[in-house]
């Protein structure tokens, strides 16, 4: 991947962008209720599948939302969650595409121990696909294939990132879960609201890194509107 930004560089970016805008996360709330049937299905196999199933479509239609919003942001425009999703809606086809991708060469890979490492592998290699559908008019092929040569000799970079990232919001969530796990059961929810509340963080965060990578400089300025 062309130089995009160190990683601290690009996190100063996207947590200004997210502390600026607290928009974002009303984008993100739209996830909520298949966060909460995700959370409360899980004592019954068929309702933890469905409700699983549910949220792996609509965490693409969240995250394909906010990828959208943050780059009018960074252009200095402001969209409204109306807005968002229905860019959503106009990439509807390619975005399903990307679904059946990651289904495919992730989900089910991961469904099998000896395929986890190939899932791990094509998680890195298509992880910007998502964002090539919604910020370029390309095709689900396309947009994977942008992915795949932008993560081109920066595997492990982007896989790094990746972790970091990743953990840092999680952690966030756990150390709220522990916190309020003794108190009652039914707030076992909580620290899965939590992670989507910070969902635009990460995903503001690679929004950048993909704007700045396909030639589209975001600037200090830009990040802080």
Do not use: C
């Amino acid at each position: 991947m062309p130089a995009a930004g160190g990683t601290f560089t690009l996190l100063k970016q996207a947590t200004s962008l997210y502390v600026s805008h607290p928009g974002l996360s009303l984008i993100a709330l739209a996830g909520a209720p298949f966060v909460i049937l995700d959370t409360f299905s899980r004592t019954n196999l068929w309702l933890a599948l469905l409700g699983a199933s549910l949220w792996f479509v609509v965490l693409f239609f969240v995250l394909a939302a906010l990828a959208y919003s943050s780059s009018e942001l960074l252009a200095g425009r402001q969209p409204s969650i109306l807005d968002s999703y229905r860019r959503v809606a106009q990439r509807y086809w390619a975005l399903s595409g990307i679904m059946v991708a990651h289904f495919l060469g992730v989900v089910v890979p991961f469904g099998i121990l000896i395929g986890i490492p190939l899932g791990v592998y094509l998680l890195v290699r298509w992880w910007f696909g998502l964002y090539a559908v919604v910020l370029k008019d390309v095709s689900a092929g396309e947009a994977l294939r942008i992915s795949s040569s932008l993560v081109k000799g920066a595997w492990w970079q982007t896989f790094g990132r990746t972790v970091a990232v990743m953990t840092a919001v999680g952690l966030s969530a756990t150390a709220i879960g522990i916190l309020l796990g003794p108190i009652a059961g039914y707030l076992v929810v909580v620290p899965h609201i939590i992670v989507l509340l910070l969902l635009p963080l990460p995903t503001a965060f690679y929004t950048i890194q993909f704007l700045n990578a396909t030639g589209v400089q975001v600037t200090k300025g830009a990040a802080s509107r």
